[in-house]
């Protein structure tokens, strides 16, 4: 792992944390060529859901926001098992589900929690093409989930 990735991380609060191990039939991250595909990363931390529950009903925007955070680490957790932090060139896209009650409609904040990591993580380099989109449930009762395409150098 990248010693000024790491360091960016910090200067915002945030730690990169251990790979997350999926949870069904599928590996957290593959990589082709000079892309690495990450599968949806849910806000887990030490094997804990952060969060239960749909945002705008039993989770809080704050919340959510903290939510997407967590499993955009996870996502760059997942990267690591399969190239190295400091090879990534470019973060290409960020998709962000949310587990939302009806009527909601603030996606965009909870997933501007993911795209702030990828930007305090990556500089410039982080900036990236997103879809925010909402959900009637989503894994485990998670209120947020998030999935990543980066390209490697």
């Known amino acids: ?9 910090a200067e915002k609060g945030l730690t990169l944390p251990s790979p997350a191990a999926a949870v069904a039939n599928y590996v957290s991250a593959v990589r082709s060529g000079t892309h690495v595909w990450v599968s949806g990363q849910l806000p887990m931390r030490d094997g804990e859901l952060l969060s239960l529950g749909a945002v705008g009903a039993e989770v809080s925007v704050a919340d959510a926001v903290r939510c997407a955070e967590l499993c955009a680490l996870n996502a760059l957790a997942a990267v690591g098992t399969v190239a190295e932090l400091s090879s990534v060139v470019r973060v290409v896209r960020v998709g962000v589900f949310v587990s939302s009650r009806p009527g909601f409609d603030q996606h965009a904040i909870v997933a501007n929690g993911a795209s702030d990591v990828m930007i305090a993580a990556f500089g410039d380099a982080g900036r990236h093409a997103r879809a925010a989109t ?3 449930s989503l894994p485990l009762g998670a209120p947020v989930e998030v999935e990543l395409l ?3 150098g």
């Open 1 to 9: 792992m990248s010693q000024v990735i790491t360091t960016r991380l």
């Open 134 to 136: 909402g959900a009637s």
């Open 150 to 152: 980066v390209e490697v």
